[in-house]
């Protein structure tokens, strides 16, 4: 079974392909921190994955955006050669709760961590967290 790390290493994201191992294992740390392995079973791994790389582009979005520069991660819905038009799938500043519904809703890993999420049957009062 593959780990997480390999799957997130596996991502063809550009951007996530410039990232280190080091940076790619503390953000799958804090993306165990939001997934029990016993709720999720089988696919805790590419949960766990998907968080992460939402994670890191909303950070890397952030980042952006308060450098000046324009959301690089951000998917392009159009382009024209003319005039240079460019429309984006979301808006450059990210949500004020990355891992809201709606933050998760503005990387392509987000909306597959959410459909991943809801494939999981959880507990009475579970959260999905590793906390009792």
Known sequence: MATALSILQGFNNTYLQ???????????????EEIHVGTYGSIA???AANLAAHDLLMENIANSSSSG??????????QEDGDV????????????????????????????????????????????????
Not at 22 to 32: F, K, M, Q, R
Not at 94 to 120: C, E, I, M
Request: hydrophobic residues 35%; without cysteine.
């Open 85 to 132: 038009r460019v429309k984006y799938a979301a808006s450059s500043a990210p949500a004020s709760d990355p891992r809201s519904d709606a933050g998760l809703g503005q990387t392509f890993y987000g909306q597959r961590f959410k459909r991943l999420r809801s494939s999981v049957s959880f507990g009475m009062g579970s959260t999905g967290s590793n906390w009792s």
């Open 18 to 32: 410039t990232l280190d191992e080091s940076a790619l294992t503390e953000a799958l740390n804090a993306a165990w």
């Open 45 to 47: 791994n590419r949960a």
């Open 69 to 78: 520069a324009s959301g690089q991660a951000l998917q392009v819905l159009e």
